[in-house]
């Protein structure tokens, strides 16, 4: 099963939770991987990701399209004049879903961020099959941003599996101890929460893909050179 992970806005915590639960899932011999079709600005996400799979494939399939601009991708390809290849997403997404058991795609911002004029991450997940999982900082607000997140997505025809309350700061105020079980009461969708740093991800590994681990592929060798994984997609 493959997903498109989301955030209820830039400094979620995304690259964090698709990161650690790569890493985590790896460990336990599952064979997931994480990508970032679009990264805007500095690359350290990708990195990230890239760095979570023990570099199991080139950064170009990890990211196949960047923009030196940080704004959001559609902004990004107004100011560098280059429109996004969405044909170039589906090749690196096809290639990452054939060779891996499980694909992590991790968005930009929130759900409805554009990539084109017509086309946002709700459109990318429809192409490219993924149910969505949630990550939201935990912090006052959340409730709101999470609803509305979790609305769009099910009125866009999609499944999220999950919403994960991501703690990015120590204890501020009072919210912090009483969003999840709130948010629980409001949602019909399976709530998780993780702490800055965390690294046990067993809990939402389990939620994700544990009924489907038994047709699981075995994990495979790092491609020989760049120019081989290029030749594949």
Same mark, same amino acid.
């Given at each position: 099963?493959?997903?498109l $992970?989301? +955030?209820?806005?830039?400094?979620?915590?995304?690259?964090?939770?698709?990161?650690g639960?790569?890493?985590f899932s790896?460990s336990?011999?599952?064979?997931?991987? +994480?990508m970032k079709?679009?990264?805007?600005g500095?690359? %350290?996400d990708? *990195?990230?990701?890239?760095e979570?799979?023990?570099?199991?494939?080139?950064?170009?399939?990890?990211?196949?399209?960047?923009?030196?601009?940080? $704004?959001a991708p559609?902004?990004?390809s107004?100011?560098?004049?280059?429109?996004?290849?969405?044909?170039?997403?589906?090749k690196?997404?096809?290639h990452?879903a054939q060779?891996?058991?499980?694909?992590?795609?991790?968005?930009? +911002?929130?759900?409805?961020?554009?990539?084109?004029?017509?086309?946002?991450?709700?459109?990318?997940?429809?192409?490219?099959? %993924?149910?969505?999982?949630? $990550? #939201?900082?935990?912090?006052? +607000?959340?409730?709101?941003?999470?609803r509305l997140?979790?609305?769009?997505?099910?009125? #866009?025809g999609?499944?999220?599996r #999950?919403?994960?309350?991501?703690?990015?700061?120590?204890?501020?105020?009072i919210? *912090?101890?009483?969003?999840?079980?709130? %948010?629980?009461s409001l949602?019909?969708?399976? $709530?998780l929460?993780?702490?800055?740093?965390?690294?046990?991800f067993s809990?939402?590994?389990?939620?994700?893909?544990?009924?489907?681990?038994?047709?699981?592929?075995? %994990? *495979?060798?790092?491609?020989?050179? *760049?120019?081989?994984?290029?030749?594949r997609?």
């Amino acid at each position: 099963m493959n997903y498109l $992970v989301t +955030g209820t806005d830039t400094g979620a915590g995304k690259t964090f939770v698709t990161s650690g639960l790569v890493r985590f899932s790896r460990s336990r011999g599952i064979d997931a991987v +994480g990508m970032k079709p679009i990264c805007s600005g500095d690359n %350290l996400d990708v *990195q990230k990701l890239r760095e979570a799979c023990d570099s199991c494939e080139p950064e170009f399939v990890l990211n196949p399209i960047w923009f030196r601009t940080p $704004v959001a991708p559609y902004t990004a390809s107004l100011i560098e004049d280059r429109q996004i290849d969405l044909n170039a997403l589906r090749k690196a997404f096809t290639h990452l879903a054939q060779r891996h058991a499980h694909v992590l795609v991790e968005g930009a +911002g929130g759900i409805a961020v554009p990539i084109r004029s017509d086309y946002d991450y709700r459109d990318l997940a429809r192409d490219l099959h %993924l149910e969505v999982v949630i $990550v #939201a900082a935990n912090r006052l +607000g959340v409730l709101n941003h999470v609803r509305l997140t979790e609305e769009s997505i099910r009125v #866009a025809g999609l499944l999220c599996r #999950a919403i994960v309350l991501n703690s990015v700061q120590p204890e501020s105020d009072i919210s *912090q101890t009483t969003n999840h079980c709130v %948010l629980e009461s409001l949602i019909d969708v399976p $709530v998780l929460s993780v702490e800055h740093g965390q690294t046990d991800f067993s809990t939402l590994t389990g939620l994700l893909w544990s009924e489907r681990r038994a047709a699981k592929p075995q %994990l *495979q060798a790092t491609p020989n050179s *760049q120019k081989e994984a290029k030749e594949r997609i």
